[in-house]
């Protein structure tokens, strides 16, 4: 067992505690502000480790050129491909985001396809793929301007946003009808494709569905899609161009969830002409259920907290703010082991020598699952 004390915890669900010590071993086994027996390795202001919700990290990679980028794939307009099997943990972006206390990213696939694939959830600082992965979060779909710009790609492609739409109605629609041929013995579930099998997941409601979505009335298609097809478990991803509180209301109502972001980014197309830090006082005002994402590379990793300091511009607290990042990021993907510090949870923690939103604090020590990685 080893401990670290915390001169003040923020525990990722927005409380704080003074002085107290934290016991660990690769799990938090104890918080108390009685000293312990165990050896302490470290003390200062204590935060979970950061989760970064939405990002193509180790599938964009620092310093190669855009060739390599393995963000997208253009054999398709649907597909269920796995981002796990093109990402490089050489990436220096790993450790920069480490050492900035960015311990877990949920990758996925970009968003040229109406589907793109999988979203999963890794560790930052593994050594291979194999000891990176956590688990599968979901799948990746986008609606809006993207996939209809891809059409010089393979397959069948969208001119337009309607047509994007149809096409996702008209899969979408062969797969309930598969599976009612299932249902009736009429199909054996061996007769059907890779793609189909898992496309009968989202019908099902067991796939978590990570949309890219921009705008109010993109937003709206979703919502109606997710009625026509009785799709419950779906989360915004971005909702950049919303500078109105109603379109965070119609969110809210909704019942979605967002991964709001990115912020500190250069608005490159028209769907987000309206995109500006000050809609995050709108998010605040309405306040559905959200977190904060890098998008990496449209902000590096790295910087994932420093977009925080909008949020504590429009009044949240400190202990919100970290919350952002933390629990809400985690609970939203569906990580229930990460994003907070509390008994049986990972013991993925982030020690700080001063106020970590002071503009020069850095981390003096990060833990990931008990060891000191930095």
């Given at each position: 067992?080893?401990?670290?004390?915390?001169?003040?915890?923020?525990?990722?669900?927005?409380?704080?505690?003074?002085?107290?010590?934290?016991?660990?071993?690769?799990?938090?086994?104890?918080?108390?502000?009685?000293?312990?027996k165990c050896e302490i390795i470290g003390e200062g202001i204590v935060t979970p480790a950061f989760v970064d919700s939405h990002c193509h990290i180790g599938l964009c990679r620092s310093g190669e050129p855009y060739q390599e980028d393995e963000a997208n794939d253009p054999m398709g307009p649907v597909l269920f491909a796995d981002p796990l099997d093109s990402i490089y943990l050489e990436d220096k972006a790993f450790s920069e985001s480490v050492e900035h206390g960015i311990l877990y990213s949920n990758i996925m696939p970009g968003s040229g396809n109406i589907i793109g694939g999988r979203c999963v959830l890794i560790k930052n600082y593994a050594k291979n793929t194999a000891e990176a992965f956590m688990n599968?979060?979901?799948?990746?779909?986008?609606?809006?301007?993207?996939?209809?710009?891809?059409?010089?790609?393979?397959?069948?492609?969208?001119?337009?946003?309607?047509?994007?739409?149809?096409?996702?109605?008209?899969?979408?629609?062969?797969?309930?009808?598969?599976?009612?041929?299932?249902?009736?013995?009429?199909?054996?579930?061996?007769?059907?494709?890779?793609?189909?099998?898992?496309?009968?997941?989202?019908?099902?409601?067991?796939?978590?569905?990570?949309?890219?979505?921009?705008?109010?009335?993109?937003?709206?298609?979703?919502?109606?899609?997710?009625?026509?097809?009785?799709?419950?478990?779906?989360?915004?991803?971005?909702?950049?161009?919303?500078?109105?509180?109603?379109?965070?209301?119609?969110?809210?109502?909704?019942?979605?969830?967002?991964?709001?972001?990115?912020?500190?980014?250069?608005?490159?197309?028209?769907?987000?002409?309206?995109?500006?830090?000050?809609?995050?006082?709108?998010?605040?005002?309405?306040?559905?259920?959200?977190?904060?994402?890098?998008?990496?590379?449209?902000?590096?990793?790295?910087?994932?907290?420093?977009?925080?300091?909008?949020?504590?511009?429009?009044?949240?607290?400190?202990?919100?703010?970290?919350?952002?990042?933390?629990?809400?990021?985690?609970?939203?993907?569906?990580?229930?082991?990460?994003?907070?510090?509390?008994?049986?949870?990972?013991?993925?923690?982030?020690?700080?020598?001063?106020?970590?939103?002071?503009?020069?604090?850095?981390?003096?020590?990060?833990?990931?699952?008990?060891?000191?990685?930095?």
């Amino acid at each position: 067992m080893k401990a670290i004390k915390a001169t003040l915890l923020y525990d990722g669900s927005k409380n704080t505690k003074d002085n107290v010590y934290i016991i660990f071993d690769k799990k938090i086994k104890k918080i108390t502000g009685t000293k312990p027996k165990c050896e302490i390795i470290g003390e200062g202001i204590v935060t979970p480790a950061f989760v970064d919700s939405h990002c193509h990290i180790g599938l964009c990679r620092s310093g190669e050129p855009y060739q390599e980028d393995e963000a997208n794939d253009p054999m398709g307009p649907v597909l269920f491909a796995d981002p796990l099997d093109s990402i490089y943990l050489e990436d220096k972006a790993f450790s920069e985001s480490v050492e900035h206390g960015i311990l877990y990213s949920n990758i996925m696939p970009g968003s040229g396809n109406i589907i793109g694939g999988r979203c999963v959830l890794i560790k930052n600082y593994a050594k291979n793929t194999a000891e990176a992965f956590m688990n599968y979060t979901g799948v990746k779909m986008a609606f809006g301007y993207n996939p209809r710009s891809t059409t010089e790609w393979k397959g069948s492609r969208p001119y337009t946003r309607m047509g994007a739409t149809y096409l996702l109605r008209t899969k979408l629609s062969e797969v309930v009808k598969t599976k009612k041929l299932i249902e009736k013995k009429k199909k054996k579930p061996e007769e059907i494709s890779y793609l189909t099998e898992h496309l009968i997941r989202i019908i099902e409601n067991k796939e978590r569905l990570m949309i890219h979505v921009h705008k109010e009335d993109d937003i709206l298609a979703i919502i109606r899609i997710a009625k026509e097809f009785k799709l419950k478990n779906v989360v915004i991803n971005h909702a950049c161009d919303l500078n109105t509180e109603r379109g965070f209301k119609i969110i809210k109502e909704s019942g979605f969830p967002i991964v709001y972001g990115p912020v500190d980014s250069f608005p490159p197309k028209v769907e987000l002409k309206n995109e500006s830090w000050k809609n995050i006082k709108h998010l605040i005002d309405i306040n559905p259920k959200f977190g904060l994402i890098s998008d990496h590379p449209v902000v590096l990793q790295r910087n994932l907290f420093l977009q925080l300091r909008f949020f504590k511009h429009f009044g949240l607290s400190k202990a919100e703010c970290i919350s952002i990042i933390t629990k809400q990021n985690a609970e939203i993907i569906g990580a229930k082991e990460i994003g907070e510090i509390k008994e049986n949870k990972l013991a993925s923690l982030v020690v700080w020598k001063e106020d970590p939103f002071s503009l020069g604090s850095h981390p003096k020590m990060v833990i990931g699952e008990g060891e000191i990685l930095c």
